[in-house]
Nanobody, 125 residues
């Protein structure tokens, strides 16, 4: 079992930056594939980014590519999502997710076993 706790959300003006953190506990963090998803009001949860533990490779949704960066610090059992050049359309609850065995694209929420509670990000125009 893995427990995930997100933090770092808040209110920021358009063009600003935030760094989200996802603290993991319960199992060896280094062998988990990590993902970030978000859900805006009235919309379905959508993929944002993932990082595979095996080779550190990353993948981003087109909407955030070049602005967001996923990373991890295995010594701290923490994953991060650095968000720059934020836009009002980035407003959502952001969730981190983890899965030990990577199958498929890792771009769908059903491909993850563990989820955090979410952290709200609000970008004002």
């Amino acid at each position: 079992q893995v427990q995930l706790v997100e933090s770092g959300g808040g209110v920021v003006q358009a063009g600003g930056s935030l760094r989200l953190s996802c603290a993991a506990s319960g199992r060896p963090f280094s062998r988990y594939n990590m993902g970030w998803f978000r859900q805006a009001p009235g919309k379905e949860r959508e993929f944002v980014a993932h990082m595979r533990w095996s080779d550190g490779s990353t993948y981003y949704a087109d909407s955030v590519k070049g602005r967001f960066t996923i990373s991890r610090d295995n010594a701290k059992n923490t994953a991060y999502l650095q968000m720059n050049s934020l836009k009002p359309e980035d407003t959502a609850v952001y969730y981190c997710a983890a899965v030990s065995t990577a199958w498929g694209t890792l771009r769908n929420d059903y491909q993850y076993d563990y989820w955090g509670q979410g952290t709200q990000v609000t970008v004002s125009s």
